[in-house]
Every structure is written in C-alpha cells, then in structure tokens.
C-alpha cells in the first residue's frame, strides 16, 4: 500500500480523496493556488504545497509543478480527481517517469477513451452498440454531407476530443450539414485543440445512462451499478439517480454485461465509467468512456455501499478486485443534486462572493460533500461546484421526499446558488414520474 500520496485537486474532491487516505492511514498531500490558500483540502490534509497563482493553468493544470511538489515531498502516488489533468495521458506518463504511481488507467487507456471516434470503432470492433455513424473521422464537408444522406437525417456533428457540449451540432438538411462541419470544426481546434469531428444519426430524446466499472490490474473488470444522468442542461448535469428507473431488468442486466465488454476491449484498469443513450423502445448505444472519478460517483456509494475512492486506491496498488465474480446489488434510492453557485435565474451566470451564511442539511440518509462555509470567498477562476447534496432512502419516491426536505435545510447566503432550481425540478410532475430524457430542462423550463 502507498505510504504518501499527493491528492492533484481541489475543492470537495480533494476533501473526499484526503478522507479516504486518512481511513487507510495513507499520509496526504495537498497542492494549492495562492487563491485556495484559506481552502479546507489545505487544512485537512497532513501536508500542503502551493503550486502557483490562482490561474489554473498556472497552478492545477502545470503538470511540472505538480510532479515538482510530488518529488519534493516523497509522495508515491498521485490522485488527479476529477478535471484538471484527470484524463491527460501525458501526464499520466510523467508520473510514470517519476516513479510515481498514478491513480487512475494507464496512459494508452486516457488516450483511447479521450478520442471518441477512435473509442467508437473499438466498440465496434467488439460488437458494442453503437450510434450508426462515419466511420472513422470527416474529412471534408463535401464527406459529411455525403455520410448524412446515408444516414438519414436528421444528424450531429461531434468533436473527436469533445466534452461539456462543445463542439457538437444537429443538422436537419444538407446545407446545415455542410455549414455546421465548418463550425464544429473550428470549435474543435479552439477548444481542443484538435480539428478531428465524426457524425453520427441523431437520437431523439435518449436518456444517459452510466455504469461504473472496477478493474483491477490483472483486467478483472465488473460493473458496480449504474446511474441516471438524464437531467442536464446544454450536456451540462444537474442532477444524477441510482438505479436508473423505468428500465427493464432485461435491459439493465444486457446493458451492464456490454459495459463490461466495453471495459475489456480497452483493456481497463482502475475505475472508469462506461456511458450510453437509451431511446424510447430501450435500444442502447456506446457514447463513450471517462477514464476518472465521476462528480456523481456518491449515488453508487450510497445504493452499493462500495467506497469507490478507496477501491481506486486499492486498485492503483495492485491488489485484486474483490467484487469479481460476484453477483452485485443495490439497496433503496439515490439522489445527488450539484449545488453550483449560479444565478439559475440568470441565465445560470456565474455567483462569485464571500458566503455570509451556510447551514448544511443533515438527518438520516443525508449526505454533503463540500468544501464551503460561513465567511468563505468563492473564487471565480475555477468550476462553480460548490457542494453535491445526495440523499438515500428505500425508494425512489421516498427519496425525493428526503431530497425536498434536506433542500429546504441547505441554506447559503451571500451568493446566488442553484438550490432553488433543484426544488423546481423535484416538484415537477412529469420528473416525479420518472419518465425523463436529456432536453428535459429545456423541455419543461425552457433553458
């Protein structure tokens, strides 16, 4: 086991990481900017290091930096968390050429996944249900327009290397097609810094559905359980369930056994999520794989009652994983709501300030994972995260009762937060129900 690890985040997560190390009487390092100095990770861990100014790019992204702090206090691990240099395989391999161990999959892994028209055709290579579309990446308008008339439109557009939304455009017609290649493109390069765009058949309405993978180093991999990720806003998540509901046990089950078939097709290790899109008659797709730690990775914890930062921990160390081979199953309902500080009736601008209040919801099946408290400055360089409320009970209706009450709890003043719009989207009829998709939001409240 590790004797010492630098946790390579901030925030909750660098709290939920410190946590988790301190259980297994690992010896923790915190890396900091200027700006997260007073931060609670700093406090909490058995070490801290500043980085750099409060830039991230100066700081949480400079990978010398990072490995620099690493060295310097004889850390022999690294946990990236989620974010930052998380997915980077690059520095993936500097920790690898500083004899330190990185907490995540290896860097062919974080490459493959990061490059989704590449991951795609190792689906399909492997008989994973895919999105039908190009077969490999565009390489001219002229060949989109030309995939999209095979397809049937309408169709999308996506960035190779995208993420959060970027880089992605519907078409309904041949002229929007060749219109939008130049525009998704070019988003590509600013964004990614990578022109690569494939096209895919555009699905009406699906839902996202996740599963959590543990592999350990020998490639036995299993699926934990899954999540609903259905409730977002621009591909952006609000909010995350577990299990996923109205879906067939026939068709969890199916899908579960193809995230593992995912899984072993890159050769996993550690802990990934495997996603797809479900339409209206429960047909699946493969959309791709993140290679880290999920935000809403507690929803699993909570129903499993598996540790997942631990077992990356134990993962990463090599011992085996010692849920393979058996049959897992989950417990009640959960609910994770991401508390971001956004103006939701602002166009969800983001709310810099200083916190003149806090006061955190607790009572049975509550959960908090934050880093914020009373007189506490949010700085407005990094992600607007600021607290994930997740909440437990023996059903789903129950649990959104649990949700309802510990949101009237959570109170935050001095800034503006999204806890009022998560009431609005549990008090809604038609999420009540449980019948959802990913333009939900859009759909009902018109964002």
Not at 274 to 291: G, P, Q
């Amino acid at each position: 086991m590790f004797k010492r690890i630098l946790v390579a985040n901030r925030g909750e997560i660098a709290l939920r990481i410190i946590r988790a190390c301190r259980e297994l009487s690992i010896e923790s390092v915190a890396v900091y900017s200027t700006a997260d100095k007073d931060c609670l990770h700093v406090k909490l861990a058995d070490r801290s290091f500043c980085i750099g100014p409060p830039p991230s790019i100066k700081s949480y992204l400079n990978m010398d930096a990072v490995i620099s702090a690493a060295l310097l206090l004889k850390c022999d691990a690294l946990h990236p968390g989620y974010g930052f240099l998380a997915e980077n395989a690059a520095f993936e391999k500097l920790c690898g050429e500083n004899n330190i161990t990185f907490i995540g999959p290896p860097s062919e892994v974080i490459s493959l996944s990061g490059n989704k028209s590449m991951a795609l055709e190792t689906m399909r290579r492997n008989r994973v249900p895919v999105i039908p579309g190009s077969d490999g990446n565009l390489k001219s308008a002229r060949h989109a327009v030309a995939c999209a008339k095979k397809l049937g439109y309408p169709v999308i557009i996506k960035a190779a290397f995208g993420g959060g939304g970027k880089g992605m455009r519907i078409c309904n017609n041949p002229s929007e097609t060749e219109s939008m290649f130049n525009i998704a493109k070019s988003e590509s390069v600013s964004s990614f810094g990578a022109g690569d765009i494939y096209i895919e058949k555009y699905i009406k309405n699906p839902r996202h559905i996740e599963f959590q993978i543990i592999a350990d180093n020998n490639g036995n991999a299993v699926c934990v359980g899954e999540r609903e990720c259905s409730i977002q806003r621009r591909h952006q998540k609000l909010l995350e369930e577990a299990p996923a509901g109205n879906l067939s046990e026939r068709t969890r089950k199916t899908m579960r056994e193809y995230a593992v078939r995912a899984a072993n097709a890159v050769k996993y290790k550690n802990l990934g999520t495997i996603e797809f899109l479900l339409d209206e008659k429960e047909n699946f797709y493969f959309i791709e794989i993140n290679s880290r730690i999920q935000v809403e990775h507690p929803v699993t914890e909570m129903v499993t009652g598996i540790d997942l930062i631990r077992e990356q921990i134990h993962m990463a160390s090599g011992l085996k994983n010692p849920y393979f081979g058996k049959d897992l199953k989950s417990r009640g309902h959960a609910i994770e709501m991401r508390i971001n500080a956004e103006d939701s009736d602002n166009n969800f601008a983001p709310s810099p300030g200083r916190i003149t209040e806090c006061l955190l919801p607790g009572g049975p099946g509550v959960r908090v994972d934050t880093f914020i408290r009373p007189d506490f400055v949010i700085q407005p360089f990094y992600d607007s995260l600021i607290a994930k409320l997740v909440v437990w009970d023996k059903s789903r209706h129950e649990a959104l009762g649990r949700a309802l009450r510990a949101l009237d709890e959570f109170k935050i003043e001095g800034i503006k937060t999204t806890i009022p719009f998560h009431k609005k989207i549990l008090n809604n009829e038609i999420f009540k129900s449980g019948i959802i998709h990913t333009h939900f939001i859009e759909e009902q409240f018109g964002l």
